[in-house]
T-cell receptor
Framework: EAQVTQNPRYLITVTGKKLTVTCSQN?????MSWYRQDPGLGLRQIYY???????DKGDVPEGYKVSRKEKRNFPLILESPSPNQTSLYFC????????????FGPGTRLTVT | GENVEQHPSTLSVQEGDSAVIKCTYS??????FPWYKQELGKGPQLIID?????GEKKDQRIAVTLNKTAKHFSLHITETQPEDSAVYFC????????????FGTGTSLTVIP
């Protein structure tokens, strides 16, 4: 089954404790992206990648890091999480370098206390 | 950067009536405009998209119109059904430079049986 998977689905952590949210897709997609969703603000793009070893900042990249060492994986790293990073996070992938349907993962609910 | 505004934030319609959601964008270089539907507890899913060289696109009960001069695009759902109840997001992207996506703040649609 074609899908985007994220782990963990739920995470409660404390300020400053480094964490990684994994994202994997099995569709051989070139484009991958991370979004955060907050009430009243919609979806905001954090980082995106158009292929292996190619990453770019989205609208809200501060406090986040990403890497794209393999085509299928695009982990999101929070080196020192803060309470304002409490949010619902979505990973997405699409064929080509953009301008195509994005397939979203199920989301990761992160709470930073 | 691009700014996408979406209205209304909430919309209630009777089953069988039509629903219209409107979005405006600020960057005239944007050339790809997808619409996503998000059901409770799930990731967004593409329902229809339109590119800047097309003025209108239909898919059964769903249609999208684009006015490049006015920089606005709209989602039209006809003969609404209870299963259309969800949150809808519009987005804009410039596909030939970076492929960053900018989403609207979402519209919560309720279809009353």
């Amino acid at each position: 089954e074609a899908q985007v998977t994220q782990n963990p689905r739920y995470l409660i952590t404390v300020t400053g404790k480094k964490l990684t949210v994994t994202c994997s897709q099995n569709m051989n997609h070139e484009y991958m992206s991370w979004y955060r969703q907050d009430p009243g603000l919609g979806l905001r793009q954090i980082y995106y990648s158009m292929n292996v070893e190619v990453t770019d900042k989205g609208d809200v990249p501060e406090g986040y890091k990403v890497s794209r060492k393999e085509k299928r994986n695009f982990p999101l790293i929070l080196e020192s999480p803060s309470p304002n990073q409490t949010s619902l996070y979505f990973c997405a992938s699409s064929y080509g370098t953009g301008g195509n349907e994005q397939y979203f993962g199920p989301g990761t609910r992160l709470t930073v206390t | 950067g691009e700014n996408v505004e979406q209205h209304p934030s909430t919309l209630s319609v009777q089953e069988g009536d039509s629903a219209v959601i409107k979005c405006t964008y600020s960057d005239s270089a944007s050339n790809y405009f997808p619409w996503y539907k998000q059901e409770l507890g799930k990731g967004p899913q593409l329902i229809i998209d339109i590119r800047s060289n097309v003025g209108e696109k239909k898919d059964q009960r769903i249609a999208v119109t684009l006015n490049k001069t006015a920089k606005h695009f709209s989602l039209h759902i006809t003969e609404t059904q209870p299963e259309d109840s969800a949150v809808y997001f519009c987005a804009a992207s410039i596909t030939n430079t970076g492929n960053q996506f900018y989403f609207g703040t979402g519209t919560s649609l309720t279809v009353i049986p």
